[in-house]
C-alpha cells in the first residue's frame, strides 16, 4: 500500500451496548494499516454503552445528554482538525455498515482526486443487499432527487453516514444543525466551497427493519418537512455562491427574510 496521510475513524453511538464489542473489536483490524485512531462519540447513552466502550483502546467524547446526529459529526470534525489528521471516516455502530469496506475508503483517499468520498446503497446494487424500509427508500430518493437538481450534483444516497472527508476543506464550512437533518445542511456548503465530491458503493444492510428515528421524525411526512425546511433555508443563505436554479420556486422575499414555512417545508 503507498503511504498514506493520517486517518483519523470516528463512530456516532446512541445506546448501542449491543453492538459495541463486536463492531470495535472488528474496526481495531484495521487501526495501523489503515487508520491511525478511532474516536467515538457517544451521544448521551443510557444504556451500559460507556461502560462497553471503556473495554476498548478507543479515544470517547461523551454528550452529558443526547443532542444529536449532527452534533456528534462536528464533534468529529473538530477532534479531527484538532488533531491534525489530514482524513476522517466516519461510520455507525449499529453493523448497518461494514467495517470491511475501510480499506475501499482509504483506497479512495490515496486516489487523491475528491475532498468527500460518500459511501452509496445504491450506486452498485448486489444479491446481498437488505431491502429497506419504504418509507426510508422513498424518502431518500426524493431529496437525493432535490438535492442533484438543485445543486448539480449526481448523487445517488444523500443519507449515508459511511463517509470520508479531507479534514482541510471541512474547514471552509460553517455548520450548525444537530439532528438528522445535518446532511441537508452539508451538501449546499459543500458545493458552495467547492468541494470535490465522488461516491463509491458500499453494502445496502437494514438489519432493524423497525428501529426509529425517535420523536416526531418517526412520522415519515413530518421527517420530509424536516428535511426539506433545512435544505431550502440552506440554499436561501447561500444562494449567491450556488447554482442558479438551487433557490427555484422559493419565493425572493422568503429567501431574503430566510425564514421557515412549516406547512410545505420551504422557506416562506
Known amino acids: 500500500?503507498?503511504?498514506?496521510?493520517?486517518?483519523?475513524?470516528?463512530?456516532?453511538?446512541?445506546?448501542?451496548?449491543?453492538?459495541?464489542?463486536?463492531?470495535?473489536?472488528?474496526?481495531?483490524?484495521?487501526?495501523?494499516?489503515?487508520?491511525?485512531?478511532?474516536?467515538?462519540?457517544?451521544?448521551?447513552?443510557?444504556?451500559?454503552?460507556?461502560?462497553?466502550?471503556?473495554?476498548?483502546?478507543?479515544?470517547?467524547?461523551r454528550h452529558a445528554e443526547n443532542r444529536g446526529y449532527g452534533r456528534s459529526m462536528m464533534d468529529m470534525f473538530r477532534w479531527a482538525a484538532f488533531d491534525r489528521f489530514d482524513w476522517?471516516?466516519?461510520?455507525d455502530c449499529d453493523e448497518q455498515h461494514e467495517p470491511a469496506s475501510i480499506p475501499a475508503f482509504v483506497d479512495a483517499i490515496l486516489a487523491d482526486d475528491a475532498d468527500v468520498v460518500s459511501g452509496s446503497r445504491y450506486l452498485a446494487q448486489t444479491p446481498l443487499d437488505d431491502l429497506p424500509p419504504?418509507?426510508?427508500?422513498?424518502?431518500?430518493?426524493?431529496?437525493?432527487?432535490?438535492?442533484?437538481?438543485?445543486?448539480?450534483?449526481?448523487?445517488?444516497?444523500?443519507?449515508?453516514?459511511?463517509?470520508?472527508?479531507?479534514t482541510s476543506a471541512l474547514e471552509?464550512?460553517?455548520?450548525?444543525?444537530?439532528?438528522?437533518?445535518?446532511?441537508?445542511?452539508?451538501?449546499?456548503?459543500a458545493v458552495a466551497h467547492g468541494l470535490?465530491?465522488?461516491?463509491?458503493?458500499v453494502r445496502l444492510i437494514y438489519n432493524d427493519p423497525n428501529r426509529t428515528f425517535g420523536g416526531p421524525l418517526n412520522d415519515p411526512?413530518?421527517?420530509i418537512m424536516v428535511?426539506?425546511?433545512?435544505?431550502?433555508?440552506?440554499?436561501c443563505r447561500l444562494r449567491t455562491m450556488l447554482p442558479s436554479n438551487?433557490?427555484?420556486?422559493?419565493?425572493?422575499?422568503?429567501?431574503?427574510?430566510?425564514?421557515?414555512?412549516?406547512?410545505?417545508g420551504a422557506c416562506g
Not at 137 to 158: F, K, P, Q
Not at 196 to 201: M, Q
Open 196 to 201: 470535490v465530491i465522488r461516491e463509491i458503493p
Open 221 to 223: 411526512a413530518r421527517r
Open 88 to 91: 476522517l471516516i466516519t461510520m
Open 1 to 61: 500500500m503507498p503511504e498514506r496521510p493520517k486517518i483519523l475513524l470516528a463512530i456516532p453511538v446512541y445506546n448501542e451496548a449491543g453492538y459495541v464489542p463486536k463492531v470495535l473489536a472488528e474496526v481495531a483490524t484495521y487501526v495501523g494499516a489503515y487508520v491511525d485512531s478511532v474516536l467515538v462519540v457517544d451521544d448521551g447513552s443510557t444504556d451500559r454503552t460507556p461502560m462497553e466502550l471503556a473495554q476498548h483502546r478507543v479515544e470517547v467524547i
Open 227 to 235: 428535511y426539506r425546511s433545512t435544505l431550502h433555508r440552506e440554499l
Open 172 to 189: 471552509r464550512l460553517r455548520l450548525d444543525v444537530d439532528g438528522y437533518d445535518f446532511p441537508m445542511q452539508f451538501w449546499p456548503q
Open 246 to 264: 438551487a433557490v427555484a420556486g422559493i419565493p425572493a422575499e422568503s429567501c431574503r427574510r430566510g425564514d421557515c414555512n412549516a406547512e410545505w
Open 134 to 166: 419504504s418509507d426510508r427508500r422513498h424518502i431518500n430518493r426524493l431529496m437525493t432527487d432535490e438535492v442533484n437538481a438543485r445543486l448539480g450534483l449526481a448523487l445517488t444516497d444523500t443519507f449515508c453516514g459511511f463517509k470520508a472527508y479531507r
